[in-house]
Every structure is written in C-alpha cells, then in structure tokens.
C-alpha cells in the first residue's frame, strides 16, 4: 500500500455526542456501546512546517485504490473486505456502499499508517457510520471533523467533510497527527482527538468497538 503518513498538529476540547445519536438510544437502536462522543476540536496556530506537511498529505488526490506487493496480500484485503462487509451490512445496507466505504477506510487507513481496525472503532464511536453526523459543536461526518480544518489545511469548504473520501482523509490525518505528537501511544492520541486527554472513556469506548472490527483469517 502507497501513502506517506503526516505528523504533527493540535488538539480538542469537550466531547459531545453527535446530534443524530440520541433519538436512536431512545429507540432502542444503539447499545451502550454504540453511542457517541464527538469531538470538538479547538483551533490554534500551526507552525508553517506542519501546516505545510498536513496540508499536502490531505491534498493527495490519489484516488482509493488499494495496491498490493503480492497475490497473497491482495487475497488477504478481499478475505477482509468479505468479512467486514457481512459485519457493516446492517449500518449499510447496499452492498456496493458497503464496499466503497471500506475499500476507502482501508486506503486512508493504510496511507496514513493507522491500524484500519482502530479507524472503524472510532467511526463507530464518533458517528455510528452515519455519514451526515452532526454534533452540537458542529463536527461533521464520519470521523466528525470540525469545519476549521478545511481552513488550515485545504480551501475552507467545509462542506466537502460530508464527502467520503475528504471525511476520512481528513480524519486519519489528524489521527496520525496526534500518534506522531503523543509519541505512538494511541491511548493519549485518542484522547487528544476526542478533547479528552488522560480520561479513558472515550479511548476505553474505541478500543470496544475497535475489537468487533479486528480482522483474523481462519
């Protein structure tokens, strides 16, 4: 797989859950471990080299095909992309959705150097695959990316973060970010994605989820 991972940025403040989440609790849809912590991140200043070396890593246009150094490796991602697409099937429904999401999920992931098992427990943490997630700080999309970050690091369009591609991009970016500043340790990258560094709800949560989304070939 292709992709150079970016390093070093900011990081959040409160959590929040996102608008679409409480409904569906009262509905009985979510369990417990379902529902949603979004986070509000707070803007400040980037150095010029790290706004530089961000904003290149999520201006790569490369589409999301994955590319494979051996047979074996390519039958492994299809091996993965069957098993995740029976587990995603009923937040999707649509089988062509299914697979466009997670072939995009595993190229962002894989790009950016991120465990694409993590990647999927945070999306289910921070929006349960809803795609037009809302939270009431105004972070948006899948990995719920505040508009701000289309100003520092792309053309200020933050209606683009409801876009697939741009929302995950956008979102293992900034992950990768906060493993690079947090020295690897995913614990305090968590926390510092959610707004909620040193507290172990919100990593707690994606580490639960992270584990219905861990691939083990039999």
């Avoid at 849809?29 to 150095?47: D, T």
């Avoid at 999520?58 to 992309?81: D, G, I, K, M, Q």
């Avoid at 293992?172 to 614990?187: A, M, N, P, Q, S």
Wanted: aromatic share 10%.
């Amino acid at each position: 797989m292709k992709g150079a991972a970016p390093s070093t940025l900011l990081h959040t403040s409160v959590s929040r859950r996102t608008l679409l989440l409480p409904s569906l609790v009262g509905l009985g849809m979510l369990s417990i471990q379902e529902q949603a912590w979004a986070g509000g991140q707070i803007e400040e200043p980037l150095m010029d080299s790290v706004r530089s070396a961000l904003s290149s890593a999520v201006r790569n246009a490369a589409p999301p095909v994955p590319e494979f150094s051996s047979t074996e490796a390519r039958l492994h991602y299809l091996r993965w992309l069957g098993a995740m697409s029976e587990r995603l099937k009923k937040k999707k429904t649509d089988l062509e959705t299914r697979k466009e999401f997670l072939q995009t999920a595993w190229y962002e992931s894989k790009r950016a150097g991120l465990d694409v098992a993590l990647v999927l427990g945070l999306i289910q943490v921070e929006s349960n695959f809803r795609k037009y997630a809302v939270s009431v700080v105004g972070a948006r999309g899948y990995m719920q990316v505040m508009p701000f970050w289309t100003r520092a690091l792309g053309d200020g369009d933050a209606g683009k973060l409801f876009h697939m591609q741009t929302n995950l991009r956008f979102g293992c970016v900034i992950l990768r970010h906060y493993l690079d500043r947090e020295k690897g340790d995913v614990f305090l990258a968590l926390g510092r994605y959610n707004g909620s560094r040193g507290k172990p709800q919100y990593p707690d949560a994606v580490f639960a989820n992270k584990r219905l989304w861990e691939f083990v070939p039999s």
